[in-house]
């Protein structure tokens, strides 16, 4: 549907954070709810609405079949382990937000480095050809896309949807010289670790993929509480692979059909609003691959060359 939409914005401007927005609240209502954006549109506008009210919770239930398991454990004859229909719709509302607005957000930055780092994004756009053709992504080939999954670990680290999560302490407990006490919040913030120069090097602020060329854990020294983009431990985040997968998919169709360079119009400001957002939108050019002249497509001879792998 989205990919229809672009077809009339062909040479135009687009605002990719909306169109995501869209996108991405299609995709978690038919995976995990079995409806559309537009069936439910009322109901999203006004969850997102909510985005400003709420704070990430609560939910102790995984994918898949959400719904189905939120639904059995309403009616579970066990008094003490039911919960009731406000219980229900707090966690859809949560599992709707949690998977909504981080892969917006994931997608639309990566868009904006990719539009800006055109050397990457040719990078990508062979690797998809190479992998897939003009045909749609396949899970087999997911786990082959070597150079997407740098270009996405680095988005992470630079835009981390989610630049923070938070910890309660339990009982008192030392971290270091400092006492904790009992019930306090811990605000971990993911972005600090990201850039932090002692981990990352001196060019902690590029955009440089390459550092995760042998993986997260080179790219880490080996220290897994350096790279927090989905948090850590048993409360990590449940939707990681959900969210990898569909971001593959979208920036594949994508760079299979456009090359895209950044609009005049672009104003840079990421707020932190429950998840890293662009406050004013992510405005792109898009230029389609090819060109229909008399009775061919041909490859549009202005842009790539996208036959080499
Ligand atoms: C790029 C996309 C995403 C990012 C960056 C992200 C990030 C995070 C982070 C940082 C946490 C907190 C983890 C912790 O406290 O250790 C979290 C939790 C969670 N995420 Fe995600 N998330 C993403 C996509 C998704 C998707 C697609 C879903 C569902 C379909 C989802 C569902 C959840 C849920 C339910 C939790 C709470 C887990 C719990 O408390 O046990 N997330 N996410």
Known sequence: MMLERWKHHEGKEIDVFEEFKVLTSEVISKTAFGSSYLEGKDIFEKLSKMVFLVSRNTLRIRLPDLLGLLVEAYNDTDEKSRITLEDVVDNCKTFYVAGHETTTSLLSWTILLLAINREWQDKLRKEVLGLFGEQNPTAEGFARMKQMTMVINETLRLYSPAPGFTREVQWESKLGRLVLPANLTLII???SLHIDPLIWGEDVHLFNPERFSGGVAKATNNNPAAYLPFGLGPRNCVGMNFAINEAKIALSMILQRYTFTLSPTYIHSPVWQLVLRP?????????????????????????INIKSK
């Open 189 to 191: 913030s993911i972005l």
């Open 279 to 303: 406050e004013n939108g992510i405005q792109v050019m898009l230029h389609p691959l090819y060109m229909y002249q008399g009775v061919h497509w041909v490859q549009n001879s202005l842009k």
